[in-house]
């Protein structure tokens, strides 16, 4: 990561949260800083401190994995209250905008500003070919969750604030094994999306089985 490595980056894991977890909900820098800690010296170049504030965030990453990310990281809750009883879910409230439905996998317009316009259709910015990855971090339990963000803007996006969901179990065998992935029909399109739960110590193992999972889909004509 070079001479410039930040302070936070070196903090103990209690020093870390102690300074920079937020008392309520989870903020985009904090999200950031947590991501980045996670995948270590997979960071090819560790963003500046206003780049972190920004969502999405762009990362230059080190093999394996592909020269830049571009990551959707949300606080993952868990809630009673929905069809399923403790199902994580994130809510999803960044994209970039197209003036007509476009072909899935095609990039939106350029430099497309993020918008917050409940009627207006979000898909996740793929410009430049940088991949979006789609990803929830629960801080009680230190983990991530990745879904499959090719899915979730098929066809005409999605809507503002549309909820994202993980079921239980596979939150309970990542816990227990550091990995851990499981499948979850989606209602809208009637397709199965396998979901990746992960601590963060193997955060780069998860995102290589995540991109593969997400390739093989798209190959074998799943969606």
Known sequence: MGP??????ALPEDEFQKQYR??????????????????????ATV???????????VLDLASPLPPRLRFYVY???QHASERQQGTYKIQLTSGVP???????????RQGAKPVRAKSVRLYFDRAENVRPILMGYHPDWNLFILWDADLHDLGKGFSYSKNVQAPPEIVGKALARGIAQGTRKLQTQGLMETIIAVRPRRLAEALKLRIRLSNDAMVEGLF
């Open 75 to 77: 606080q993952a809750t």
């Open 22 to 43: 937020p008392a309520r909900n989870l903020t985009p820098g904090y999200l950031h800083r947590t991501l980045v800690r996670a995948l270590g010296l997979a960071v």
């Open 4 to 9: 410039t490595t930040p302070d936070w980056l």
């Open 98 to 108: 197209a003036k007509t439905p476009v072909a899935h996998g095609a990039i939106p």
């Open 47 to 57: 963003p500046a401190d206003e780049a972190l504030k920004q969502k999405p965030l």
